[in-house]
């Protein structure tokens, strides 16, 4: 099968073929919009975050990977950390504080979806 590129981003895709994926379809951030189930766009980010945890002062480091307007996938400091299944994530560099509840862990990676509006943190970080 003869493939013909239409820019650049069909021909980075392409250029995957030749190692294993087979199909551009099957290239990660390059399915047809068809193809894809999420209610939001993601939009690929990195920015620093903080899991609180409710109930206490706890809290865990982390770095968000994607935000859309329903939710965010976060990067965890290891796959030791329990998460619980709703909790805060703060936007640290906006000071702002979502409420969030868990809809998926895989490894190092948690994804989130926003369950309220966003808090303004001020002060010391409370609201």
Not at 8 to 20: D, E, H, I, K, R
Not at 96 to 102: A, E, G, K, N, S
Request: aromatic content about 8%.
């Amino acid at each position: 099968m003869r493939y013909v590129a239409h820019g650049p981003a069909t021909a980075f895709a392409l250029s995957f073929v030749g190692m294993g994926f087979g199909n551009p379809q099957q290239v990660p951030g390059m399915a047809s919009e068809r193809g894809n189930a999420r209610r939001a766009v993601r939009r690929r980010t990195l920015k620093n975050g903080k899991i609180v945890l409710p109930g206490t002062w706890g809290s865990y480091d982390c770095i968000i990977k994607d935000v859309s307007d329903t939710g965010a996938r976060l990067r965890l400091a290891g796959e030791s950390v329990i998460l619980p299944k709703d909790f805060e994530l703060v936007f640290v560099t906006e000071a702002l504080t979502y409420p969030v509840h868990l809809r998926w862990r895989r490894d190092q990676d948690a994804g989130v979806e926003f369950s309220g509006p966003p808090r303004k943190l001020t002060g010391r970080g409370r609201s």
